[in-house]
């Protein structure tokens, strides 16, 4: 191996105790290939199972953590206790290797499919459309349904621990409820779940709170709990970055195991903010990293990459795209093959990849997504 890519096979311990072997981890990636019920298939399995052999940490896709918040058929779900045993699988194939599994958990909100909804229509925190095409104006959430939601969460987490997960990722990025809540576009509440910036914190700061109470309760071993953001939005109003600079800095006094950036690449800076260039990644591990870990992600492909990214001082990097395609990327670090790491998608190495049908179709038919070879 590269005497230089030493600091990547460095081990971690997380705050609450979990201990990974490196610094890498996988970045969750939207599979489409669950049961109708969101119960895990043989199709997730292998996928899981090809990708947990020498990464630090697999974070899964996202976990439906109530039926409220469905987006679509076929995603993966955590909000029934009958999807245990597939759960419990899923948790053991990641882990037979070393690798740790963290869940992601999430709620769609305003951008839930009405359509596969109890109610028919979809919830978010205020009657405010998102300013994407063909969405529905939701149904502010009432007290009680936001306790709910809370619950599911809570609930979610519960399951996690006795599925044998080493963690849950609280997913409040990409446009999803927990953001919707702290974003002034979609929240115009005059309660105390909205108005300030402070009241905009509440749900997803409750969230975590009950998450952790519920991980206090029921895990007998070191269990992680670490929430994901968007760091701005493209709306006006929307989140800032001067927002996510505050949020961070209250989120880093929650007791977290990590606070994960959800960007498209890691060095792009404010998209508000034409004169400054820096990271936006940099900036939030200037801001809170002496207090919580922060793993840093977006276009990272090679060793070289994740070295660089490691040299700002974030303890962790996600990779996406590239363990998509590379599968054994760390054994390919590892034994002196980064050569091998490759960038073009073959439109012959699905079954190869174990990649699920619908995500094939997606990644191999949305513009500019991957370099497709024939």
């Known amino acids: 191996m590269n005497k230089s890519y030493e600091p990547l096979f460095a081990s971690f311990q997380f705050p609450s105790g979990v201990t990974v072997d490196n610094r890498v981890t996988m970045a969750p990636m939207t599979l489409m290939a669950s049961a109708v019920n969101g119960e895990v298939t043989d ?7 090809l990708r947990s052999r020498g990464i630090g940490t697999l974070f899964t896709s996202s976990a439906l953590v109530s039926q409220s918040g469905k987006l679509g058929e076929n995603l993966f779900a955590i909000d029934n206790d009958d999807l245990l045993p597939g759960l419990t699988k899923l948790a053991s194939v990641i882990r037979k290797n070393g690798t740790k599994a963290f869940i992601q958990l999430f709620h769609g909100g305003r951008l839930s499919n009405p359509a596969l909804l109890p109610g028919g229509q979809a919830l978010g925190a ?9 969405v529905a104006v939701p149904k502010a959430m009432t007290e009680a349904e936001i306790e709910a939601v809370i619950d599911d969460f809570a609930q979610a987490a519960r399951r996690a621990i006795e599925a044998g997960f080493d963690g849950v990722e609280i997913h409040g990025a990409n446009g999803f409820l927990l953001q919707q809540f702290f974003s002034p576009h979609s929240n115009r509440r005059e309660d105390k779940w909205g108005g300030t910036l402070e009241k905009r914190m509440n ?53 977290l195991d990590f606070i994960h950036i959800s960007v498209d690449r890691f060095w792009a800076g404010p998209r508000r903010e034409e004169n400054n260039a820096k990271s936006r990644v940099v900036m939030i591990q200037e801001r809170v990293g ?16 994740v ?14 795209h590239a363990m998509l395609l590379n599968p054994d990327w760390i054994e390919k670090v590892r034994s002196g093959r980064e050569a091998e790491i490759t960038t073009l998608l073959s439109r012959s190495s699905q079954k190869e990849l174990r990649i699920p049908d619908k995500m094939w179709g997606m990644i191999t038919n949305v513009p500019g997504w991957f370099n497709v070879v024939d």
């Not at 199709?43 to 199972?49: G, H, K, R, T, V």
């Not at 205020?126 to 063909?134: C, D, I, L, P, Q």
Request: charged fraction near 20%; avoid cysteine.
């Open 43 to 49: 199709d997730e399995l292998a996928y899981y199972e």
């Open 307 to 320: 070295v660089q990214a490691l040299g700002t001082g974030i303890p962790l990097v996600g990779l996406g």
């Open 126 to 134: 205020s009657a405010v459309a998102a300013e994407r095409e063909g």
């Open 203 to 255: 749900f997803p700061l409750e969230v975590i709170k009950r998450v952790k109470d519920t991980v206090a309760k029921h895990a007998s071993s070191p269990f992680a709990v670490g929430y994901r953001l968007s760091p701005e939005e493209n709306e006006n109003p929307g989140i800032t970055m001067a927002d996510t600079l505050r949020f961070v800095h209250v989120l880093a006094e929650q007791g």
């Open 290 to 305: 002496a207090r919580v870990p922060v793993i840093g992600v977006g276009g990272l492909w090679t060793p070289e990459d």
